[in-house]
């Protein structure tokens, strides 16, 4: 019999690759989600799919690993203080109901992992971060530090539990590429900001990997996923208008973003050189190490 994978966040931009990859592997999947109508529309392939007020039917489930993608999306909406709490909310809950979960099994899972991001080192300029520095006094310093806190609490129930701080995802059908591609296709993209921040980015193919490498390579802690080689945001932005022959000319500057988007700005402004310490000990290959590789392979 194939393990069972146990995933929140399938229908998302990395649940819907993983899901796939799962079922590559050999792994059935159970999805528990917010939507179970609109989920059974969009995976076939999931061996069932719960809704997330009933998490506590699957207790008595032969669950080999559990995977946290779930959380609203932060570029969705402005970030008022009302919508900020549904951000922060929405990530912390999902995950104390797995950590229930987990508790009432009386098999438990052999591995949990739950993504987080790089925001949780805040603007640190051109320094190398590596996954022993501290969380930033910031909004998303505070949302991912308190996230993984809840996370890690699997550790007390016997399960082993990784953390995924994620870069900036390379991906075909990602909408926050779309969103940053379009300037450039319009003939009209260029830096944002003052162009020097740290983009800390990683490819959907090797994110994908690196969740599968952790469950089976018997892993546990927290793990920056992200390319070896960041980029400015100068830089970055060149590689995708050079692939797809557009320039990159026109900057877009800082009090323009700050007006538009107010303190989500900060996503793109501020900047941070994450660096995978934990993955490439661990003997992970990274597919794609510049991000000109990256861009070529979803814009060709």
């Known amino acids: 019999m194939s393990k069972t994978v146990l995933i929140t966040g399938a229908t998302g931009l990395i649940g819907g690759h993983l899901v796939k990859a799962l079922q590559s592997a050999g792994y059935s999947y159970i999805a528990l989600t917010t939507n179970p109508a609109s989920a059974s529309q969009k995976l076939p392939g999931a061996k069932k799919i719960v809704g997330v007020n009933d998490y506590l039917s699957l207790k008595d489930e032969n669950i080999f690993a559990v995977i946290n993608l779930a959380g609203a999306n932060l570029g969705e909406k402005r970030w008022t203080e009302t919508n900020k709490k549904m951000f922060y909310d929405s990530r912390i809950d999902i995950t104390g109901k797995l950590i229930h979960l987990m508790e009432m099994m009386p098999q438990k899972p052999e591995v949990f992992v739950s993504t987080s991001g790089v925001d949780y080192y805040g603007d640190t300029g051109s320094a190398d971060m590596y996954e022993d520095a501290p969380p930033a006094d910031t909004f998303l310093g505070k949302l991912t530090h308190d996230w993984e806190a809840e996370a890690l609490k699997a550790q007390g129930l016997g399960v082993r539990t990784a953390i995924m701080r994620t870069g900036f995802v390379i991906a075909g059908d990602s909408d926050a590429v779309k969103k940053l591609l379009l300037p450039f296709k319009l003939f ?102 510049h991000s000109s590789d990256a861009w070529k392979d979803i814009l060709k």
């Open 188 to 289: 009209v993209g260029g830096t944002l900001g003052g162009g020097k921040q740290y983009v800390s980015w990683i490819h959907i193919d090797d994110l994908v990997a690196a969740y599968l490498y952790i469950i089976e390579k018997n892993l546990n802690g927290v793990f920056n996923a992200s390319s070896p080689n960041p980029e400015t945001n100068r830089e970055f932005g060149r590689s995708a208008a050079k692939i797809l022959g557009r320039p990159a000319i026109f900057p877009v500057p800082a009090y323009i973003l700050k007006l538009i988007l107010g303190e989500m700005s900060a996503v793109v402004l501020d900047g941070r050189r994450a660096l995978p310490g934990r993955l490439l000990e661990a003997g992970f290959s990274f597919k794609f190490t």
